[in-house]
């Protein structure tokens, strides 16, 4: 009766732990023994992509091989499948099972790839070396069109050369320093601009400018009843002590106002439970897993504010989604246009850029970019000046206001 043995799954392995099975393009070897192996991995070890690559060299006495788990020469069942291979111990009769990697080796021919390279040359680019190939095996149509592409060349440097010229001019009649003052308006603008909601200048209706359901889609909307219902259902005690947390003015304005329509009501909730995730997230540089345990977010909306207002970062091997400073601008923008559809259209800034720990001029700067007309209350006479709201206002109206950069130049200190 033949011997029984026991199947035992290895502990958890490593990507340097895995064994390496190797086949031969060009068939087996009769003498394995006789090979000697060799592994190399990639020494950029924080890199998730590259710690894994691996080399695995083989070499006899009359011939090399090569092979890799990456590059042209990948092969494609590594991506597809999971390969193990069993390791039996004959003493105690139990077989640990590994993961394993395949690898396809290849021959390598001493002084193929030496040749190769001496025969081309380093200098030229591939358009060159095709067109060498063309003017001596080519075609007498591909010849032609050779010659037609060289005329037009010779065009377009003629014309290379014409603005070069233009360009020269204007800057002599108009001063370098005037250039760059426009061009650093206009990078700035463009910047920002790339931060915006989606908008809709030529709208007929204000709500339609800035689009609710570009802020927020159906799907997303409907996935907040529950955290708009908690939102709604909080008491004076509770709105109060939110408040004295800071960073909620605007959230806890609108939650103590709630209007008595159902639908404004329920909208109202949903919205505020949104926008205090916002303003929480423009307060961070890390986002990690517990910050979506605390608030108790719907998955749709995790993926919403990870996909839109965080950016990618590697560190120590591990990808983390960070809160840079464009984001946080976009966080502002975005919050404003919420805000509008909130307050018929108007927006307290001041209680904005406090909650967002912005400075004003750059919540006047986002404001302005979106088109939105600013406003402040006049001040008048008389001895309760002091008790006047000095907060600043921004509000849709069409058409939409296209403001003029301003740059501060700096003064030139006199010598004296």
Excluded at 269 to 280: D, E, P, S, T, V
Excluded at 299 to 328: A, C, D, H, P, W
Excluded at 376 to 396: C, F, I, V
């Amino acid at each position: 009766m033949a011997a029984s043995c026991k199947v035992v799954c290895c502990e958890e392995e490593r990507e340097s732990d895995k064994a390496i099975i190797v086949q031969f393009s060009n068939g087996f070897t009769n003498n394995a023994e006789r090979l000697d192996f060799a592994t190399y991995k990639n020494t950029d070890e924080n890199n998730p992509r590259k710690k894994i690559r691996r080399i695995v060299v083989a070499e006899s006495e009359r011939l090399s091989y090569f092979g890799q788990n990456f590059g042209e020469d990948l092969m494609k069942c590594n991506n597809l499948c999971r390969y193990y291979v069993g390791v039996l111990n004959k003493e105690t009769m139990q077989m640990e099972m590994h993961s394993a990697q395949l690898f396809n080796m290849q021959p390598v021919i001493p002084g193929e790839a030496t040749q190769n390279e001496m025969s081309q040359d380093t200098t030229l680019s591939y358009r060159e070396k095709v067109d060498s190939l063309i003017e001596a095996f080519g075609t007498n149509k591909q010849k032609r069109a050779l010659s037609s592409r060289r005329l037009n060349q010779v065009g377009s440097d003629a014309l290379h050369h014409a603005v070069a010229e233009a360009a020269s001019s204007v800057i002599d009649n108009k001063g370098l320093e005037a250039l760059q003052q426009e061009v650093a308006e206009t990078e700035s603008q463009g910047s920002l601009s790339l931060h915006l909601p989606p908008c809709n200048p030529d709208a007929d209706k204000q709500e339609n400018v800035y689009p609710f359901e570009e802020l927020l889609s159906s799907v997303e909307f409907a996935a907040l009843e529950a955290s708009g219902q908690k939102m709604a259902a909080l008491s004076q005690e509770e709105l109060q002590k939110l408040k004295n947390q800071g960073g909620n003015l605007c959230v806890v304005k609108h939650l103590e106002n709630m209007p008595s329509a159902d639908d404004s009501r329920e909208k109202t909730a949903r919205c505020a439970f949104y926008l205090a995730l916002l303003i929480k997230l423009s307060h961070q540089k890390i986002v990690t897993r517990k910050f979506w345990t605390e608030e108790g977010c719907p998955r749709v909306i995790q993926n919403k504010m990870l996909r839109t207002f965080t950016v990618e970062t590697y560190n120590n091997g591990r990808v983390q989604n960070t809160v840079s400073t464009s984001m946080r601008a976009k966080i502002a923008a975005h919050s404003l246009a919420l805000l509008l559809h909130l307050g018929d259209m108007t927006v307290n800034l001041s209680l904005l850029h406090r909650d967002l720990k912005i400075t004003e001029p750059r919540m006047l700067e986002i404001a302005k970019s979106m088109g939105l007309t600013l406003s402040k209350p006049a001040r008048s006479k008389g001895d309760d000046t002091q008790l006047q709201d000095e907060h600043r206002y921004a509000t849709l109206v069409l058409p939409l206001i296209k403001y003029d950069k301003f740059v501060e130049r700096r003064k030139r200190k006199k010598m004296h």
